[in-house]
Structures are given as structure tokens and as C-alpha cells.
């Protein structure tokens, strides 16, 4: 039996912070589509690395409940990767919720049962999150620990109607279900965090660069504090630390990632997207 990261969702963020903790432990390669694990296999192997692969919804409990079956049968689970999701181009409110808001709080639930001790989990949210305004104190508060079954008939999350809202709310809401998740995570002596990146190049994020908003992007990038994208290596670096034992005293937490485009948004050059975004 070996140690066992669990990686959901195999592009290229995924991929970059796994390859950063899974040497000499045993890598679970879970995704959707399960060419793209098997493709994200191929790589690792070739790398070195001993991996498995596993088609995974993250959309329904039971299909998480197989994945962690089949993590364990390998041997103690220690680190999760969720860096599932879907964008607000790519589906509409309900996908969008149900996989991004409610997967990622079903993954954190179940994974959180059976985290191994000195484990650690990380959960890719996004700046996005970070341009929503303030929510009401109760709002946060129902966010964080409202049953599973019950987040998605909240009525302010029943309430959305359009694709970046539900992307923004359930991104705020992976970063205060980690919050929430830090305690039974911390009763097991495993920490959990998330990460917010910015418009990091991964063949999703390049489509967008290259499409109908390209040009609003390439303008939004070149005017921030970074005036650049960011990379899968650079999530890779942070979340390889958030993972290591120097990060043994950080849980709970959410790091934005993205360049100073949020500080911007808010205070900088950027504070014209507040009407367009
Ligand atoms: N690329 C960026 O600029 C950026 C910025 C901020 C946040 N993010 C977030 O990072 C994460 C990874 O994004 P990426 O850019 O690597 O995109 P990606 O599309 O390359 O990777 C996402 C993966 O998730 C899988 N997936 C989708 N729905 C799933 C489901 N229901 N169950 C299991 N797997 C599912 C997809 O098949 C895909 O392989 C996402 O949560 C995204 O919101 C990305």
C-alpha cells in the first residue's frame, strides 16, 4: 500500500500541482472525460510516476463515494486536488452550480471523512470569486456549513440567472466551504485550502484569449500590476507549498493568485471592468 494523492480534474492546473506532491505515492487521475485522465496517464507514467485512472462526476455524490473507494484501495489518502470545474462559457446555471458549487462541498465533505493524518487538500476556486461584492454576514454564514443537500436551495443561490454569477457564487462559496471544512480536516490532522487564480494559459483559457472577448482580455492582462498571464506552474509552486510540511500551519485558507488583476479591479487601473464584469 502506498500513499495516495487524488487528482479531480486532469488539465493543466491539476496536473501541474500533482506532479509537485505525487513522487513516490500512488496518483489517482480522475476526471469527466476519462481520455483526459488517460491522456494526463500517459504523461505521468512517462514520467515516473504510478498512477490509476477513474471516470468521476463530481456532480453526484455517488460517483465521488466510488472515487474515494478507489483511492483507498491503494492505501491512505493524502493529499485531494480539485481542479474540476466548468467556466461560465462552457455550461449553463444549473451545470454550473451543480458541479462547481455543489461538487466541489460534496468533495470536500466526503473527502474530509477519510483524509489521512498529516494529509492536505487543495481546492481551485478563482479570482472571479473576488469581484463579487460583499455578501450579507448570514449569507456567508449559510454558505459555509448549510447541509450539502440543502446548498442549492438556498434562495440567493436559487435566485441566479446568469452564467458569471453562478460561477462567482460558487467559486465564494468553495472558498467558505474550505473555511467550514477546516475543522473536521483539522480533527483529522490534515489541512485544506484553496487557491484563486487569475487568467492562467491553459488551452481553455488560451480559446478565450483567442475568441470573441479575446481583445478585452489581452487589454485586462496588459494593464494589470503583472501585465501577463499567469502559469499552471505558478498555481503548481503554490499549492506544492500550501501541501508541504513548511504549510502544516495554514488551513482554512483562500490565496489569490492572479497577478494584482483583483487589487486592480477594486483600487487600480482596472476598476473600468466594474461595469463590464
Ligand atoms: N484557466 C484559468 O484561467 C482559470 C482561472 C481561475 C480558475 N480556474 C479554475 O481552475 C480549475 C481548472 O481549470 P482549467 O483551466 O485547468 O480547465 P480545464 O478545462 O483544462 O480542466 C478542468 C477539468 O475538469 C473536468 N471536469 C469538468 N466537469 C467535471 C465534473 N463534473 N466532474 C469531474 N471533472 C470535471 C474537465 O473535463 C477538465 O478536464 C477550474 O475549477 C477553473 O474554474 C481556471
Given at each position: 500500500?502506498?500513499?495516495v494523492?487524488?487528482?479531480?480534474?486532469?488539465?493543466?492546473?491539476?496536473?501541474?500541482?500533482?506532479?509537485?506532491v505525487?513522487?513516490?505515492?500512488?496518483?489517482?487521475l480522475g476526471?469527466?472525460?476519462?481520455?483526459?485522465?488517460?491522456?494526463?496517464?500517459?504523461?505521468?507514467?512517462?514520467?515516473g510516476?504510478?498512477t490509476?485512472?477513474?471516470?468521476?462526476?463530481?456532480s453526484?455524490?455517488?460517483s465521488?463515494?466510488k472515487?474515494?473507494?478507489?483511492?483507498?484501495?491503494?492505501?491512505?489518502?493524502?493529499n485531494?486536488?480539485?481542479?474540476?470545474?466548468?467556466?461560465?462559457?462552457?455550461?449553463p446555471v444549473?451545470a454550473?452550480?451543480?458541479?462547481?458549487?455543489?461538487?466541489?462541498?460534496?468533495?470536500?465533505e466526503?473527502?474530509?471523512k477519510?483524509?489521512?493524518?498529516g494529509?492536505?487538500g487543495?481546492?481551485?476556486?478563482?479570482?472571479?470569486?473576488?469581484?463579487?461584492?460583499?455578501?450579507?454576514?448570514?449569507?456567508d454564514f449559510?454558505?459555509?456549513?448549510?447541509?450539502?443537500?440543502?446548498?442549492?436551495?438556498?434562495?440567493?443561490?436559487?435566485?441566479?440567472?446568469?452564467?458569471?454569477?453562478?460561477?462567482?457564487?460558487?467559486?465564494?462559496?468553495?472558498?467558505?466551504?474550505?473555511?467550514g471544512?477546516?475543522t473536521?480536516?483539522g480533527?483529522?490532522g490534515?489541512?485544506?485550502?484553496?487557491?484563486?487564480?487569475?487568467?492562467?494559459?491553459?488551452?481553455?483559457?488560451?480559446?478565450e484569449?483567442?475568441?470573441?472577448?479575446?481583445?478585452?482580455?489581452?487589454?485586462?492582462?496588459?494593464?494589470?500590476?503583472?501585465?501577463r498571464?499567469?502559469?499552471?506552474?505558478?498555481v503548481?509552486?503554490?499549492?506544492?507549498?500550501?501541501?508541504?510540511?513548511r504549510?502544516?500551519?495554514?488551513?482554512?485558507?483562500?490565496?489569490?493568485?492572479?497577478?494584482?488583476?483583483?487589487?486592480?479591479?477594486?483600487?487600480?487601473?482596472?476598476?473600468?471592468l466594474?461595469?463590464?464584469?
Open positions: 500500500m502506498k500513499d494523492v487524488v487528482l479531480v480534474g486532469t488539465g493543466s492546473i491539476g496536473q501541474a500541482i500533482a506532479r509537485r505525487g513522487a513516490g505515492k500512488h496518483v489517482v476526471d469527466l472525460k476519462l481520455e483526459a485522465a488517460h491522456a494526463a496517464a500517459q504523461i505521468f507514467e512517462s514520467a510516476f504510478e490509476s485512472t477513474i471516470a468521476v462526476d463530481i453526484s455524490r455517488e465521488i463515494l472515487l474515494v473507494e478507489h483511492a483507498q484501495s491503494f492505501g491512505a489518502v493524502k485531494l486536488i480539485n481542479a474540476a470545474g466548468v467556466s461560465p462559457s462552457q455550461a444549473a454550473i452550480l451543480k458541479v462547481d458549487l455543489y461538487g466541489t462541498a460534496v468533495l470536500l466526503e473527502f474530509g477519510v483524509i489521512a493524518d494529509g492536505s487543495v481546492i481551485i476556486s478563482s479570482q472571479s470569486g473576488h469581484r463579487l461584492g460583499a455578501l450579507t454576514a448570514e449569507q449559510q454558505l459555509a456549513p448549510t447541509p450539502t443537500e440543502e446548498l442549492l436551495d438556498l434562495p440567493f443561490i436559487k435566485a441566479i440567472t446568469d452564467t458569471l454569477k453562478a460561477y462567482q457564487y460558487s467559486k465564494r462559496c468553495n472558498v467558505l466551504r474550505v473555511m471544512q477546516a473536521p480536516w480533527k483529522r490534515a489541512t485544506i485550502n484553496s487557491i484563486s487564480p487569475g487568467i492562467i494559459i491553459t488551452p481553455l483559457a488560451a480559446d484569449l483567442k475568441g470573441p472577448r479575446g481583445e478585452g482580455y489581452r487589454n485586462m492582462l496588459k494593464a494589470s500590476p503583472a501585465g498571464v499567469g502559469t499552471p506552474d505558478e503548481g509552486d503554490l499549492a506544492e507549498f500550501l501541501m508541504s510540511s504549510g502544516r500551519f495554514i488551513s482554512g485558507a483562500d490565496f489569490l493568485i492572479d497577478g494584482g488583476t483583483t487589487a486592480s479591479y477594486f483600487f487600480g487601473d482596472l476598476q473600468y466594474k461595469t463590464t464584469h
